[in-house]
């Protein structure tokens, strides 16, 4: 099977202090994207983001293939 990526996810549909949420064992968490990276793994690059997660504080590396950026419309769905 040829792959035309050679990453898996994409940085350009993030930019650095982007509003995105996630799900964490059926939580939802939020947070703003601090930076952006690629990581090697199973031979292939993967892109991560570094995010800083609102409730708790601190920050967490989230597959980017897992984040949703926050629009004005979701700002009442999220719940911290």
Not at 10 to 16: I, T
Not at 17 to 32: E, F, H, K, P
Not at 44 to 67: H, Q
């Amino acid at each position: 099977m040829k792959v035309e990526s050679t990453t898996f996810g994409k940085k350009s549909k993030f930019n650095v202090g982007d509003l995105v949420m996630w799900t964490d064992n059926r939580a939802i968490r939020s947070g703003v994207i601090e930076n952006l990276y690629n990581k090697e793994m199973g031979g292939r690059k993967v892109v991560f983001a570094g995010v800083f997660e609102f409730s708790k504080g601190k920050k967490f590396d989230v597959l980017c293939l897992n984040l949703k950026k926050i629009h004005k419309t979701d700002v009442n769905k999220v719940e911290n």
